[in-house]
């Protein structure tokens, strides 16, 4: 894909929740087609539906035909919201992962991060087009992470975290979004990495949720058979006066206290504008030294 990506097809499909604001749909389009991509755009604004992009038949028919044209290598979600879990049962997983196709998303999106996950496939755990590529300020280092990202076969991701302690590990990077994951945990949707590298993320859950979510993984022994866990940003939540204290960092440390593997801060991931792009079943190594991380993904697309 490296030495052709001014020939790669994008194609936008809606899986989850419809745009806050059609108008806006052009603007992304044009954007990612400024990055040298051949834009397929399988979005109808009169097939919404509800709170989604459409009927749950209809969006799932936009991921099978967007993953058997061939004039596509590179599946991207319009947006994520909620949608993704009714149509589990409705998509042929198996098509789109001997599609070839390359599927990239995040928040909603992870449970297909999962469903690849489980048949040996790679996706990317990336931009979508709401609100990546509507902003009118778009941010660079996010966009740049994903043409980078699908136009090479090692990619790397560096930030600061808190970790005090020296680490250099390797395992299959996996993850996503915190509610998704503990959603699929139990379920025919849910793909376990051991040895792993698992990085979390989530928007709108006050530390004890995210307390009670990683105790649930926790308590199904998810969490102490990875050889790191990652978080990226956790936001957009309110704390109590009744917390008395109990906020992110007291939550944080009663999780470190309970497990052994290293838990890592800082990934630019999550439900912000400065987003890395994250190769989802890569063999990656993390190396933390000085308060300073390094992931590298090592994949072929």
Known sequence: MSEQNT??????IAPSGAPLDDSLIERGLQRLAGQGFKVHSYYQPDARFQRFGAS?????RQIHEAAQNPDVQIVMALRGSYGMSRLMPLIDFDLLANSGKCFVGYSDFTLVHLAMLAR???SIAGPMLCDDYIREQPVEYTLQQFKTCVSNTTHFVEFETDATQDLHVQGKLWG???AMLTHAVGTPYWTEVEDGILFLEDIGEHPYRIERMLLQLHFAGVLNKQKAIILGNFSAYKLAVHDNGYDFDAMLTYIRSLIDVPVITGL???HVSTRASLVVG???QLK???GQAGLTMHYSL
Do not use: H, K, W
């Not at 749950?56 to 799932?60: A, T």
């Open 7 to 12: 020939q790669t097809g994008v194609a936008i």
């Open 56 to 60: 749950d038949v209809e969006r799932v």
């Open 120 to 122: 040996g496939r790679i």
């Open 176 to 178: 996503g979004n915190l």
């Open 268 to 270: 630019p991931f999550g």
């Open 282 to 284: 890569s063999d990656a």
């Open 288 to 290: 933390v030294a000085a």
